[in-house]
């Protein structure tokens, strides 16, 4: 079974960055695309970002457009959210995501959570005003 580990959460002041990572256990399951959504307190699941396996195909909700950037090293196994000038509703658990459609290596997944098929534990990011 794929397993999914983020990392890299914490505090940090509005304005501030954070590098978020999620690690693949396989490294077959990182050739496909990868999602992060984040959960507010007592809001929904929101989608945040997405990229193909190939890393060709990236997609972003407009809230986080110019301010967050998606990317993967799959040599690493690895997909990272870059998260700059953060802002106080940007604060979160922030979970990843992986699709094992094929068709993701090369097309983005979308902002369905039912695309997805297996989910990290979550790591929590907080912006302080």
């Known amino acids: 079974q794929v397993q999914l580990a983020e990392s890299g959460g914490g505090l940090v002041q509005a304005g501030g960055s954070l590098r978020l990572s999620c690690e693949a256990s396989r490294r077959t399951s990182i050739q496909y695309g990868i999602g992060w959504f984040r959960q507010a307190p007592g809001k929904e699941r929101e989608f945040v970002a997405a990229i193909s396996g190939s890393g060709g195909e990236k997609f972003y909700t407009d809230s986080v457009k110019g301010r967050f950037t998606i990317s993967r090293d799959n040599a690493k196994n690895t997909v990272y959210l870059q998260m700059n000038s953060l802002k106080p509703e940007d604060t979160a658990v922030y979970y990843c995501?992986?699709?094992?459609?094929?068709?993701?290596?090369?097309?983005?997944?979308?902002?369905?959570?039912?695309?997805?098929?297996?989910w990290g534990q979550g790591t929590q990011v907080t912006v302080s005003s």
């Open positions: 995501a992986g699709s094992s459609s094929g068709s993701t290596y090369i097309y983005s997944p979308g902002n369905r959570p039912t695309e997805y098929d297996y």
